[in-house]
């Protein structure tokens, strides 16, 4: 799917020594080669604590600047896809904010170039030869020479050898991740040669963006079509506002995504739009689970979509207040004090009543309590996805920052929203399957 040269596939599969910090008792990998757990690890460290405050500030600033300078004036003006918008100014800022500005810069094309590998990316995983769809190979192939373009020109303009640290910022390969991947990790693997290392960091792109984004677009069409939730929304992301200049929009970050409606509305996009399979194998012996015999080296795949539409587990309102479990529920992932039929489950692993109080939980709550394993966006175990905390982040920032910018007025004249593009359906995060036509000005605060 990115492009692995052959020696790099190679190492990776000769790597057997496991995720765990304390490598296989039966594997003799050295500890440098051990890809696996150094690359997942490494992700997990600058985008986890400390390490996650700096991205977000900087995708902030930069998501300001691209919303603040486009072309969306305060006059209504027709746009062909709301879509558009986070393919270009959400990318960039994103992009930025993990790699800094030259990628970008050296690469003006490489936006469209990886919407469009992205787009044919169920295909390249399906083994679909080149000749029979050439164009996601070719974005492919400009993306990955591009990569390493911007590989060439960080390593002989950098000259930054200090230790990396999670707060690191190098204006040539972005964020610490990046300079300790190159300067550190890949330099003493000989089989991550230049085509590998950039197959690498097409991997590390694909993921923190083609997920992301799509959830981000649906988090706004949600809260944009209904009135009184863009009411509720506003009110609340007001509330987190840390600069009140529309040109230098800014919030407290941690209270924003602390929020419980902002986090429901968050958790249930998730829930309606990711549908991916979790992939396992057991690598070491046979596994028995129930009634199940799992051989060994033979893949697993869990469907999010089942665990996330499964009837019998979520909470699907009342008779006098029904929330089918196929349609968007801004509040089921919150909890309300006084009232017993609130929550993400059907049943309350603890009664309402039982629960301990402080303060600060005598008002609505945010609650994922009993989901392990019914929501999956991001999988699960020692695979869970690294990076889950700053997309979340991104996330809700991107919305936040979109509905305090500008009017939006959704062109749902063919009947609704746009359908999720089932040809991605396994890989993450649903694209829309065609354009949503709306209106928009920027609004005058």
């Known amino acids: 799917m990115f492009g692995f040269p052959k020696s790099a596939s190679s190492f990776y599969l000769a790597d057997d020594s496991g995720l765990s910090s304390i490598p296989h008792p039966d594997s003799n990998v050295p500890p440098d080669h051990r890809i696996d757990y150094l690359t997942h690890s490494s992700v ?78 169920p295909l390249l995983a399906k083994g679909v030869p080149r000749w029979l769809t050439p164009a996601p190979y070719k974005a492919r192939d400009k993306c ?12 002989g303009a950098s000259h930054n050898t200090k230790d990396v640290s999670v707060d690191d910022w ?21 089989a991550m040669d230049a085509d590998g290392i950039a197959s690498e960091d097409l991997g590390l792109i694909w993921a923190a963006n083609a997920n992301a984004i799509p959830s981000a677009f649906w988090f706004l069409i949600e809260i944009f079509r209904s009135p009184s939730l863009l009411l509720r929304v506003r009110s609340e992301v007001e509330s987190c506002l840390s600069q009140s200049s529309t040109a230098e929009m800014a919030f407290d970050i941690a209270k924003l995504c602390e929020n419980p409606l902002l986090q429901s509305i968050y958790a249930e996009t998730l829930r309606l739009r990711v549908w991916q399979f979790v992939i396992r194998s057991p690598d070491r012996a046979d596994v028995n689970v129930g009634d199940w015999l799992f051989p060994k080296n033979k893949l697993i795949a869990i469907s999010s979509y089942t665990a996330h539409m499964d009837k019998a587990a979520w909470n699907t309102g009342t008779d006098e207040d029904p929330h089918p479990i196929e349609e968007f529920w801004p509040d089921r992932f919150i909890v309300y004090p006084d009232d017993s039929t609130s929550g993400p489950l059907k049943t309350s692993p603890t009664p309402r009543d039982e629960r301990p109080k402080t303060p600060s939980q005598h008002g609505p709550k945010f609650s994922t309590e009993g989901l392990a394993g019914i929501w999956i966006p991001y999988g699960g175990g020692q695979r869970m ?27 749902t004249s063919g009947g609704s929203i746009p359908e999720s593009d089932m040809r991605g359906f396994g890989f993450g995060a649903m694209k829309p399957k065609s354009q949503l036509p709306c209106r928009i000005r920027r609004r005058v605060r």
Not at 144 to 155: Q, R, S, V
């Open 44 to 121: 997990a460290r600058f985008l986890t604590g400390t390490g996650l405050r700096p991205l977000s500030l900087r995708f902030m600033r930069n998501l300001a600047e691209q919303l603040s300078n486009n072309h969306i004036g305060h006059d209504w003006e027709n746009l062909s896809d709301l879509y558009s918008i986070f393919r270009t100014d959400v990318l960039r800022a994103a992009l930025k904010a993990a790699f800094g500005s030259y990628i970008l810069s050296l690469n003006p094309e490489f936006c469209q170039d990886f919407w469009t590998y992205d787009e044919g990316l």
């Open 144 to 155: 990955l020479e591009n990569i390493k373009k911007w590989h060439h020109f960080a390593k």
């Open 170 to 190: 190098d204006p040539y390969f972005g964020a610490g991740v990046m300079r300790y991947r190159q300067q550190e990790l890949y330099s003493k693997m000989e």
């Open 385 to 411: 996805c690294p990076g889950r905390h700053f997309a979340k982040q991104e996330i809700i920032l991107t919305c936040a920052m979109m509905s305090m910018m500008f009017d939006i007025d959704l062109d």
